[in-house]
């Protein structure tokens, strides 16, 4: 008997040992992997840990129309070399999936609000307002839109097969790392999920507004303190386009909007809005400035930074075409890069293209609404969303003229949603990378460039024979003179966008007389551009001093232009010391703390690395906008009020120091800018004491603590605190989550030559060394020359793996 | 003898199992090991266990030094900053508990038949 009692009693251990190192453990803050199978040699992470071997693969790929041959350099980067484009789209999607299938099916279920199918009923709310946001909608709306241009679709097509190839070769052993540390597993790719990808970049970089705050302001402040608080234009901007470009425009201008403040008061929105310090920075300089004749282009977009990065270095050459930058991995083509003849770039246009308006509803169950006087019906879209461990939860979203009722728990409430992400994107949206990887000259980049929806952006171009150009690219609403900068009412087709403007009356301009292009997210015109844009918060800073720096620069070289982008100047700093610093000179603490005093003084307003004025000046700027602006933080308490800009800041402190908005009602005494300027002085004085206390040294770096987090944030993927400079409002725009997320130089000569770097590596595998091998080099402002080859052989000492598909 | 015949025998059944069956196929080999040997309870476990111990132990020490310790450091410090040796331990140690218990049940199980 007492064998049977042992014999069982050790089976139902051993089982129990295998089922509990089988399940996920559940945590009260995450859930943790299967750790039998995670551990295990066999299938667990170990099978990540990529060896290090040069190797030469046979891939077999059915339906392809020729051999194709991609051989990696020392850098990971693959060099695609095909008989046919369509062959090298699919290439392109095995390529991608290869190495970043995970970023790209995780970017896409946060987009497109399918994340609570993978981790749970934790993710069902954020989920939800992804759907309410109509991001499932526009990426049908897309697909839908593509399958009306066969030729176009067949490219996605063939990428997305591309993808499923290399799918189909996995078995769970060989998922990437974090499907085994999540738990799930990859499932086929389709075009609608390269659409949701998209729209990703839309959520990124243009769905940006402040109609809620600027509404809450009016009806807090009254229309003449806020048209005194947040001007539109700010009279020193340098725009993109130069003043006196002949517009090509002929309208009458649009009629004013009168400023009515209205009655409803808007809540804090449910979920942050896209970060306001995305931004970039992209120009070109012609022949004449350059000391090789050549025209040199250069980009830098800023993004917020990851690991996996967003981009992925390829170079792609078929009889059509040979061209080489970065591709955003779930879209076919390179995005930013160059071929034989031209170079191309981007940064976003940021005009306000996401609109709210006040829903009047007409009956209790609140389906039915007003407009133009008539009880209209809304139209109902069923959204399923999976839930890991739990039931579907099914949310039905009402749908108006406008959009659709976002209204998830604690926002949006009773307001739909007009976006242009939503539009119809034309059939060949795509169209664009194509025709720009084909491009040879000007006429070929403005043709592509007409297929280009959203989200804008300004497309910086140059080629070999000499021109160069800039065009503020996409669909931009035609509006009334102020509108869309509040909520609307919703009752009134009145208030919907007048159309779109046309391809060829958008901002833009070629060889223009001082030599070079540029763009940094500024105002794309001045104001005597006819129609009406806007956006509160144009950047104010980095247009004026790249445009300032390339006016003042000859004979430039590619060396310039590197030390361009790595550029830590700041004009805001600048503009602020010098009118703030006179006012504390004399006082008892400037002359007790003159190290710190001295140092401001000093200071030549470059965010450098291991400087100490660049804290002081933000604690001390920061502390005084808080100061100035307190009346505004006290409204911010109880609903979202507008921030006035920095410019109008340091425009008030120029032009009316004596403005009462520098006064605290709440004091006895009247402050002026003075007292403010001195206060937030000794402040500051008093923070960077206490942190003299703990840091023997102070540096910006260590301020500022710049990091590239993982994007599950599994904080051992992301990358260390990192020793690099720069500030928002510089060139080298990095704050502590955002910068350059890819820097670009191209010289348009006889051959192109190129350089390049991101802030990452090829592989999305932590266990790869090409996961973060450039972080260094970023971070120090060196670049790679990019390896433009014309055939297999030119690369041969640096191969690191090749690939033959048949 | 037949302690390293056990051993052996243990660790090319889990090698071979591990690449068709999931991770728990380990348990299988210490089962089938501990059913075939005769030897006592304790003696068979401590087998079954060294098997997959080493198995585990040495192709993870493998996939790490052909990697350079890459992805056990990120790794490691997903586990609360542990070293590649801990790693490389905590995965032995597991997959020894494991084959172990295989083999003890294995064993346990001749008993009965005897």
């Known amino acids: 008997m007492l064998k049977y009692v042992g014999f069982v009693f050790a089976l139902i251990v051993t089982i129990a040992l295998c089922v509990g190192l089988n399940r996920p453990i559940k945590t009260s803050s995450s859930t943790l992997p299967p750790l039998g199978s995670l551990l295990s040699p066999a299938t667990g992470f170990w099978q990540n840990a990529e060896r290090h071997r040069k190797s030469n693969q046979k891939i077999n790929l059915e339906g392809l129309s020729g051999d194709v041959k991609v051989v990696y350099d020392d850098r990971l980067v693959p060099h695609v070399f095909a008989d046919t484009d369509l062959d090298a789209m699919r290439v392109q999607g095995y390529i991608h999936a290869q190495h970043r299938l995970w970023q790209m099916d995780i970017s896409m279920r946060a987009t497109g609000g399918q994340l609570a199918e993978i981790m749970g009923p934790d993710l069902i709310a954020r989920d939800k307002s992804q759907r309410r946001l109509g991001f499932d909608y526009a990426a049908d709306k897309a697909v839908k839109a593509w399958q009306q241009n066969p030729e176009t679709f067949a490219y996605i097509e063939a990428y997305r097969d591309g993808i499923n190839d290399y799918i189909a070769t996995l078995s769970p052993r060989d998922y990437p790392l974090e499907f085994k540390l999540l738990n799930y597993k990859p499932t086929p790719w389709t075009i609608k999920k390269t659409a949701i990808f998209i ?43 130069p003043t006196g470009t002949d517009w090509n425009v002929n309208i009458t201008a649009p009629e004013e909007e009168g400023l009515t403040p209205s009655k409803n008061v808007y809540g804090y929105r449910p ?187 300004n497309y910086v171009f140059a080629a070999r024979d000499g021109d160069i150009a800039i065009k503020v690219n996409g669909k931009l609403p035609i509006k009334r003179r102020g509108q869309g900068r509040f909520v609307q009412d919703g009752s009134t087709s009145e208030n919907d966008w007048q159309g779109f403007i046309p391809m060829d009356e958008v901002p833009q301009v070629k060889n223009p007389a001082r030599g070079f292009v540029s763009s940094a997210n500024q105002h794309s015109t001045d104001p005597s551009y006819p129609y009406y844009y806007n956006t509160e918060g144009f950047e104010d800073y980095r247009g004026r001093i790249l445009n300032e720096k390339l006016s003042a620069m000859d004979n430039i070289t590619v060396e310039d232009m ?92 120029e032009e009316e120091p004596e403005h009462t908005f520098f006064d605290h009602q709440e004091t006895v005494e009247v402050e002026t800018v003075k007292e403010i300027a001195q206060q937030s002085f000794n402040t500051m004085i008093e923070k960077v004491n206490s942190m003299k206390e703990e840091k023997d040294e102070l540096r910006w770096d260590d301020y500022k603590k710049t990091k590239i987090r993982h994007l599950g944030q599994i904080s051992a993927f992301a990358s260390e605190v990192l020793e690099v400079g720069g500030k928002g409002d510089a060139l080298n725009a990095i704050s502590s989550t955002n910068g350059p997320s890819w820097r670009m130089i191209v010289e348009l000569g006889e051959k192109v030559t190129a350089y390049g770097v991101y802030p990452g590596g090829q592989s999305g595998n932590p266990g790869s060394r090409f996961y973060d091998d450039m972080v260094d080099d970023w971070t120090n402002g060196d670049y790679f020359q990019l390896k433009f080859v014309d055939s297999p052989d030119e690369l041969a000492t640096d191969i690191t793996l090749t690939q033959s598909f048949k | 003898m037949r302690i390293f015949s056990g051993l052996i025998l243990t660790i090319a059944l889990a090698y071979a199992l591990g690449a068709i069956m999931p991770w728990w196929s380990v348990a299988i080999a210490g089962f089938v090991m501990g059913a075939w040997i005769d030897r006592a309870h304790w003696k068979v476990f401590l087998i079954g266990a060294s098997a997959i111990a080493l198995l585990w132990g040495i192709s993870a020490a493998a996939h790490n030094a052909m990697n350079d310790g890459i992805l056990a450091d990120r790794m490691g410090a997903l586990f609360g900053g542990l070293g590649a040796v801990s790693l490389i331990a905590v995965t032995a140690a597991v997959g020894g508990v494991v084959g172990g218990m295989g083999a003890l049940t294995g064993s346990l199980g001749r008993n009965l038949i005897r």
Request: hydrophobic share 35%; glycine share 6%; net charge negative.
């Open chain 1, 562 to 653: 590197m030390a361009l982008q790595n550029d830590t100047e700041s004009i805001k700093a600048r503009e602020v010391l010098e009118l703030l610093l006179p006012l504390v000179a004399d006082t008892e603490e400037a002359q007790r703390e003159s190290s710190i005093y001295n140092a401001l003084s000093n200071w030549n307003f470059n965010y450098a690395r291991d400087q100490a004025a660049p804290i002081f000046f933000d604690v001390w700027w920061s502390t005084f906008y808080k100061q100035t602006w307190d009346e505004v933080y006290q409204a911010n308490e109880e609903y979202p009020v507008l921030y006035p800009e920095s410019w109008r800041t340091i425009a008030l402190i």
């Open chain 1, 199 to 241: 729209k990703s970049m839309a959520q990124t970089l243009c769905f940006r507004e402040d109609d809620l705050e600027a509404s809450n302001a009016l009806r807090h402040f009254g229309p003449e303190t806020f048209e005194f608080l947040y001007p539109e234009w700010n009279p020193k901007q340098s725009p993109i386009i």
């Open chain 1, 271 to 457: 979920y942050d809005k896209p970060d306001p310090f995305l931004g970039s920075n992209n120009w070109a300089v012609s022949g004449d400035k350059t000391a090789s004749g050549n025209p040199i282009l250069c980009n830098d977009p800023h993004l917020s930074l990851t690991l996996p990065s967003i981009w992925y270095e390829i170079q792609i050459k078929t009889p059509n075409m040979n061209s080489y930058g970065v591709s955003l991995p779930g879209v076919p083509g390179v995005i930013i890069g160059f071929n034989n003849d031209i170079a191309w770039g981007q940064t976003n246009v940021g005009h306000d293209v996401t609109d709210w308006y006040d829903i009047q509803w007409t009956n209790e169950s609140e389906t039915k609404y007003m407009l133009d006087g008539e009880e209209t019906p809304v139209e109902w879209r069923i959204e399923k969303i999976n839930v890991a461990g739990g039931e579907p939860i099914i949310d039905s979203v009402k749908y108006t003229k406008w959009g659709p009722v976002v209204h998830t728990e604690g926002g949006y409430e009773g307001m739909a949603l007009r976006w242009i992400a939503h539009d119809i994107t034309g059939d060949a949206e795509l169209q664009t990378f194509i025709g720009l990887n084909q491009a040879k000259n000007y006429d070929d980049y403005s043709e592509a460039l007409t297929h280009y929806v959203s989200p804008a952006q």
